[in-house]
């Protein structure tokens, strides 16, 4: 295994804050409203109703909306309503091919530069992720699942992938709430296990074919809620 690099994503909250620009700060809460599916897909919100959401002023929230909305995250629907987009089967298909495209060679990249110190917060990530399940916790399940894949894809060493997987994520990731709202968070089988066990074994192969399957699983379960069909095992 590799050595050991700082991750920007456990630095301290009070740190990131001074760090963060207000622009920067509404632009990644309102991120996280939609990747998590707190704002659901085809539902419209106003713009004055995330400044009070956000609690943040209108040029910054317009700011970010901007950019989400440049990003395929939110589409305008007039008289100062945005809403995310709703996600149809040819989308469906387009964002499968790209992430079994990308996410397993991010894998095989991650597998190859793999740490103690990862594989331990990985672990972390990944039992925390579980017990989220236990509880029904859905969205502490999708934030965990996110933060899993995104610690793999950063560990890469590959950004204009990394970058352009996360803005995929921003595409589906409020398709997952409908899933975990259809079907529970206990009945969304997941391949984390597998691919823990093929990063300890430095197995770099098999890492990316677990993630592919896991990608694909994830995908399917997706097809099944918009149609309204049982879950696939």
């Known amino acids: 295994m590799g050595s050991e690099k700082t991750d920007s994503r456990l630095l301290p909250a009070a740190d990131a ?4 620009p207000i622009h920067q700060h509404v632009y990644e809460r309102l991120r996280k409203m939609i990747l998590f599916g707190d704002l ?3 539902q419209g919100v106003t713009i004055q109703g995330l400044t009070t959401a956000l609690d943040a002023g209108m040029t910054p929230v317009r700011e970010a909306i901007r950019r989400l909305t440049s990003e395929g995250a939110l589409t305008h629907l ?3 309503r945005v809403t995310v987009p709703e996600l149809t089967h040819t989308g469906l298909e387009e964002l499968k091919f790209m992430r079994e495209t990308l996410e397993p060679e991010l894998t095989r990249r991650a597998a190859e530069r793999m740490t103690e110190g990862r594989l331990t917060a990985l672990n ?10 236990d509880r029904g916790d859905v969205g502490g399940y999708l934030m965990q699942n996110y933060n899993f894949h995104a610690m793999i894809y950063d560990l890469a060493e590959a950004p204009i992938m990394a970058a352009t997987v996360d803005r995929l ?3 589906f990731g409020p398709s997952l709430r409908v899933v975990c709202g259809r079907y529970g968070t206990s009945n969304l089988p997941d391949k984390h296990a597998e691919l823990m066990a093929a990063f300890s074994a430095g197995n770099v192969t ?5 993630m592919a399957g896991d990608v694909a699983q994830g995908m399917t379960q997706i097809r099944a809620a918009l149609d309204g069909q049982p879950i696939p095992r």
């Open 124 to 133: 972390d990530c990944d039992t925390a992720l579980n017990h989220a399940i």
């Open 78 to 80: 007039g008289n100062r």
């Open 40 to 42: 659901a897909p085809g």
């Open 169 to 171: 994520w921003l595409r």
């Open 206 to 210: 098999l890492a990316g074919e677990v």
């Open 17 to 20: 804050a001074v760090k963060t």
